[in-house]
């Protein structure tokens, strides 16, 4: 007896448009495509010394400055064992410095350096060319439609609204602290 068979659930799409059904097939296409890029990016970033890791870590250093591992951690995606890692790369290649306030020293900060910012620099175009080309001869419109629908996804599985805002604004007024 298949899965289908035992859980009443069927894969299937309806109108025969997709391979399987369409709730399934647009999260499978969203994994996808999210492991082609990266791979294709870590290819491309390699030479300047950066990977997907390294570059999303340096954008958020870029956009907020000083961060704690918890802010760089979520807004990246990335857990904090990885992150901790990705941060000693940056320090070690002179990409960012680690600092501590001085009303609470246990508390580390990441901050981007200036040769940071010259790698970054270089990396934004390599991303742009990378997001131009998966992104070809797919009009305006629909990557809006497809935009705000992802935005929707977010509110479904963010833990909460603070890091649903977080997330999709990408802004710190919307981080959940606490998380990560």
Known sequence: MSVEQKTGHTSADPDGEFP????DYV??????????????????????????GRY??????????ACTMTEVSSFTGVDRTTLTRVADQLVAAGWA??????KDRRQ?????TDPGRKVLTEAI???????????ENVPDEDRRITARALMRVVDNVAPNKRSRDGIIHFSREGLDQDKA
């Open 125 to 135: 175009k390599v991303i742009i060319d990378v997001n131009a080309a998966l992104l």
């Open 97 to 102: 410095e680690r600092m501590s306030e001085a």
């Open 20 to 23: 399987f059904a369409p709730s």
């Open 108 to 112: 580390v900060l990441l901050r981007l």
């Open 27 to 52: 999260l499978h296409l969203l994994t996808i495509i999210s492991l082609f890029r990266d791979s294709t990016l870590d290819s491309r970033l390699r030479p300047l010394g950066l990977n997907v």
């Open 56 to 65: 999303r870590a340096m954008t958020v250093l870029d956009r907020f400055g």
